[in-house]
């Protein structure tokens, strides 16, 4: 396990982390602290053993990593989690020796999950830095114009589409037509947004709460409850509303041995 700093001001004080749920907040809490978390602020993490430290199911778990993207704490790309927030040291620097591991940890991570968060990222920001210049690049970085521009198609690719529609529950083709939709509306009117990516949420968005799109179903079995254990005071109101149920019936039997 690698040394983790954690700064407690940052988390503790962070807005977005108070407006969580409970259980949301709990998971930010745990990638930052276990063990997987390494040199990067990119590293895998096996969803089924978050499920089993936390005691989430599936389900839960991705209801909350919704909940988790949205506040842009963190980014999820399958099994792989992008730190977007300074809860803890991650773009650890110093040491031949430190970079150097650095630049093993970065080089094991696939080009297309860099890919996938750079372009997720505003402003051209480079996710993995330090790296020694000399070495082959992980991944091209995606640098953005700043100010508002033209549409270019290359903001709005497969990989975006797909993360916009498991973060908004939608089917990939809804999201690739209301892609379609922004940009004929941009070569129509002329029209031109800083961010492409933040404006087709948007539109996403605001056609969910209108009803214009719908949501996936997604069909999740109910659990029974368990029944909670009673405590003595209960225990005792039920013997006693048994015995004034069961004592009619020993007075008919009473009755009836009698004749």
Known sequence: MKTRI???????FEKKLKKMSVEARLLCIYLITN???GLTRIYEQKEMETCFILG???VK???YKKEIELSELFYFKD????????????????????????ETETN?????VVGYFNALLSGGKEIVKGLDTSSEPVAEVIKKPKGKHK?????????????IAKLYDVSIQTIKDKRKELELFCKSK????????????NWVNRDLKAGKIKKIFHYVQSQPELSKPQTEEERTRALSKLDEIRQPLREKLSIGSQK
């Open 6 to 12: 954690v700064y407690p001001k940052n988390l503790w």
């Open 35 to 37: 063990e997987n978390v």
């Open 56 to 58: 989430f199911d599936e």
């Open 61 to 63: 778990l991705e209801k």
């Open 79 to 102: 099994e792989w989690i992008y730190i977007n927030n300074e809860f803890s040291y991650c773009d650890y620097s110093g040491r031949d020796r430190v970079m150097k591991s650095k």
């Open 108 to 112: 094991k991570i696939p080009i297309e």
């Open 151 to 163: 549409y270019d198609e290359s903001e709005l690719g497969e990989e975006v589409c797909q993360h």
């Open 190 to 201: 002329g029209q031109m947004y800083t961010d492409y990516v933040a404006t087709l949420e």
